[in-house]
């Protein structure tokens, strides 16, 4: 499902008011990406009974597609970015309407565009439904996933999509963005692979990534969530913690977030949202389309993997390996210490 380049964007709203926000059970170890909100507003609704839950798993083979839950006990296979195009297939919205005609009501994750097209599918719905889309800089295609995915598998760094995170934390980074086999724990560089290196630096996105209609203020969702790009002004909140951004979009959205802070679902602390759109580029422009990205595809699909995956990584340069030195060398909680005497001192 794919609503990248609606005529019109219709039933989008403007940010009304944000939080800067980490789930209450924040840990970690845990597979959630940054503050874990999604997964705390997935604990919650489910906790009420009457709810259930869509979004974006990796399925044992490395295919990402969305899925309903159910269940707390399943609630863990939502956790975590998985930086690719999630396929929301019909057999998915016809069990969410199935739900919804039985009088459920439904949380439903996703980007911004998957966000618009569940809309348009269960219009009928719109009440019972809340959307919470993503702010989102971008998805590269599936085919590109599964070569790589194929490619960590033939080299012994996992055998279960279901053990794979994009991203994790520890003592030394507050945000590490390497893949990180969660049962082994150990971790590839993004540097090191071209899948994750072209990800990052947005040359492999769909082509409607570039210009996609939903990099604005303006939300599909009830509830817009991603990294708190403002964080270094909210270092009380979280000195070494990785938040998120919470934005409310819609009363229902704005509803839903106070009842799960009256029951203790989520730590927040008013920000200055309009401060955020300004620092996330997402919420104000789509990705950039580099030059690479011309040859990127075809070379995907013409070279043999091992030779694309050499011409692609970007490599570690001797700025990132002296930084890297330094964080293992100096743990997180006293590189913050350090920033926040000098925030204070220079106030
Ligand atoms: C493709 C993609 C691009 C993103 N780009 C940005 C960005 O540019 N700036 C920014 O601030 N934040 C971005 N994010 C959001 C960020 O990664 C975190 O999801 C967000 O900060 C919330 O963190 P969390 O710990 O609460 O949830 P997470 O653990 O990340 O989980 C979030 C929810 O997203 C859903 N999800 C996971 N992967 C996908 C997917 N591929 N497609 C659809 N839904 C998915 C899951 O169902 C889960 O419920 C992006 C996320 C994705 C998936
Ligand atoms: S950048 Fe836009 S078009 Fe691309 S996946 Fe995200 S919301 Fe959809």
């Keep these: 499902m794919c609503a990248a380049n609606p005529k019109i964007v219709s039933g989008a709203n403007e940010i009304t ?17 940054s503050g874990g909100i999604a997964d705390a507003l997935t604990r919650y609704v489910l906790s009420l009974g009457g709810w259930v839950v869509a979004g974006c798993v990796m399925e044992e083979d490395g295919r990402v597609c969305h899925r309903l839950v159910e269940d707390m ?19 998915l919205l ?22 618009y097209g569940m809309r348009s599918a269960l219009t009928a719905y719109g009440d019972n439904i809340i959307g919470v889309d993503l702010i989102c800089h971008g998805v590269p295609s ?10 960590l598998v033939n080299e ?7 053990d794979l995170l994009f991203r994790h934390r520890s003592a030394w980074e507050r945000d590490d963005f390497s893949f990180l086999n969660y049962k082994r724990k150990n971790k590839r560089n993004n540097e090191r692979n071209a899948y994750y290196s072209t990800f990052l630096d947005s040359s492999s996105f769909r082509e409607s990534c570039y210009s996609c209609k939903f990099a604005n203020a303006m939300r599909p969702g009830d509830l817009t969530i991603g990294d ?7 270092m009380e909140f979280a000195p070494v913690e990785s938040a998120s951004s919470i934005l409310v ?14 029951k203790g679902a989520l730590l927040v602390a008013p920000f200055d949202y309009e401060a955020e759109i300004r620092a996330n580029a997402q919420l104000h422009r789509p990705s950039r389309r580099p030059i690479q990205r011309d040859r990127i595809y075809f070379d995907l699909l013409e070279m043999p993997y091992e030779q694309f995956e050499k011409k692609y ?8 390996k002296v930084k890297g030195l330094v964080k293992r060398f100096i743990p997180l909680s006293m590189r913050t210490r350090i920033r926040l005497l000098l925030q204070r001192r220079t106030k």
């Design 228 to 234: 708190c790009a403002t964080l270094s002004n909210y």
């Design 94 to 115: 016809n069990e969410c309407q199935v739900a919804l005609q039985s009088g459920k009501k439904l949380l439903f994750f996703g980007t911004p565009c998957q966000i």
């Design 249 to 262: 979009n819609s009363v229902k959205g704005g509803n839903l977030l106070q009842d799960a802070l009256e």
């Design 142 to 151: 599936p085919l590109f996933w599964e070569k790589a995915f194929g490619e």
């Design 73 to 91: 006990a399943d609630a863990w296979i939502l956790q975590g970015s998985k930086y690719v195009q999630s396929d929301v297939t019909s057999g």
């Design 156 to 162: 012994g760094f996992v055998n279960n999509g279901k």
């Design 17 to 33: 008011e944000g939080y800067i926000a980490l789930s209450s059970s924040y840990s970690m170890e845990s597979r959630s990406s």
């Design 313 to 320: 990584q970007t490599g570690l340069s001797l700025k990132k």
